[in-house]
């Protein structure tokens, strides 16, 4: 089997309420083979991204796919992610074997998913308000998710991004919201933070003392996440598990991070760390510190799916991430299986590969570069 061809597509998810993610997107992968056999993966939609898979191309046509250990060092950086997980779905449809057996086999079917219902200046709410908090969690709540997670941000940290400081009344506001979920979710629903890393040491420990009371499941980067020194310091300093990962990309990084043991719960993103396989190999690394992961993730159904097929296969695995708010659409990319995410929980499929049936008319419609994509 030789590769035969490589296509990209650019899907908008836009627009936006806010200004922070306007251009925000998926980058869709089609590798093509001789033997009819297609493969589809994901990657980062940032704007290099297509000379990255035009260069990236020249090196793959004629390789075999189902040659991963090759495949993953003819291409580089972020985008090798997308390649990586198309030729993971090509490995399964071969063989006739769905994607987590490949990975080891299963620990578990069904793959919990926590709402993430975004915040203030970020993703989705566009408000500070705790009320529009509660509004946002009564969604998680009728739509059957047994956790979820929100955005804390301070709103000077979209125009000073420099300025890591926080003020006692932006404190004391944060802790309304975190109150507003509470009173609509109850006190036994898993409950996670997400600063962005935008935080001081001194200031996400007051937070983090604040928010103590709430029974809060992780607070996730609550510094900028690559000082890991920092981030120790802010464990050691309260009782609410801290996250982090989201923006390492191999595990020469994430050994440092998890050696010092200064988190209590890794977030790796499979399309940073270049793939499904290095994404496994990161959590079975935290494992070895029983640390447990909660992976990071924004991205379509065939991301999403993908990166399951792995959790299902990872001991330490604990739930995965969806914006299910922010892409009302995001089901009708699928024709099949459908629901594909069912109170909060996605059934991994038995088909082979990544086991999911793109709807392309769906696609079509959302896609701003790639109109040739299925063709």
């Known amino acids: 089997m030789k590769i035969r061809d490589v296509k990209v597509a650019l899907v908008n998810t836009g627009p936006w309420p806010t200004p922070v993610p ?16 297609d493969g589809y993966g994901e990657t980062f939609a940032a704007p290099e991204i297509l000379e990255s898979i035009r260069a990236i191309k020249q090196r793959l046509i004629g390789e075999d796919p189902t040659n991963l250990n090759r495949i993953r060092y003819l291409a580089s950086g972020r985008f090798r992610s997308g390649i990586e997980i198309a030729c993971w779905d090509i490995l399964g ?56 997670k929100i955005d804390l941000d301070a709103p ?42 935008k935080y001081s040491v001194n200031d996400a420990i007051k937070l983090a003392k604040n928010l103590e009371e709430f029974n809060i499941w992780w607070l996730e980067d609550p510094i900028p996440g690559r000082n890991f020194d920092a981030l120790l310091e802010v464990k050691r300093s309260t009782r609410i598990p801290i996250s982090a990962g989201e923006q390492l990309t191999s595990r020469y990084e994430f050994r440092d991070l998890i050696e010092k043991q200064a988190v209590s719960i890794i977030g790796p993103d499979s399309r940073a760390t270049g793939g ?45 991430e969806h914006h299910f708010q922010d892409f009302p659409w995001w089901e009708n990319l699928v024709k099949k299986p459908r629901p594909l995410i069912d109170h909060g929980y996605i059934t991994l499929p038995e088909e082979p590969g990544i086991g ?20």
């Open 156 to 197: 000077q940290h979209q125009e000073i991004g420099f300025n890591r400081s926080l003020s006692a009344e932006e404190i004391n506001l944060m802790v309304e919201q975190v109150k507003a979920v509470r009173e609509v979710i109850g006190e036994k629903m898993p409950l996670a933070i997400d600063c962005h890393g």
């Open 22 to 37: 306007k251009d925000y997107g998926w980058a869709l992968i089609r590798i093509i083979t001789d033997e009819g056999l």
């Open 356 to 375: 999911i049936e793109i709807n392309e008319e769906e696609v079509l419609r959302h896609i701003k570069f790639g109109k040739d994509f299925f063709s």
């Open 276 to 320: 499904l396989l290095e994404f496994k190999m990161i959590m079975d690394m935290a494992d070895l510190y029983y640390i447990p992961a909660g992976p990071h993730n924004m991205t379509s159904p065939i991301g999403t799916v993908a990166t399951a097929h792995v959790c299902a296969a990872a001991k330490n695995f604990i739930a995965l």
């Open 93 to 148: 449809k071969k063989l006739g074997v769905p994607l987590y057996k490949l990975f080891g086999g299963e620990f578990r079917r069904k793959i919990r998913m926590y709402a993430d219902s975004g915040g203030p200046y970020g993703w989705g709410l566009g408000s500070s308000d705790p009320e529009d908090f509660a509004r946002r969690a009564r969604q998680v709540i009728e739509r059957g998710f047994d956790a979820m």
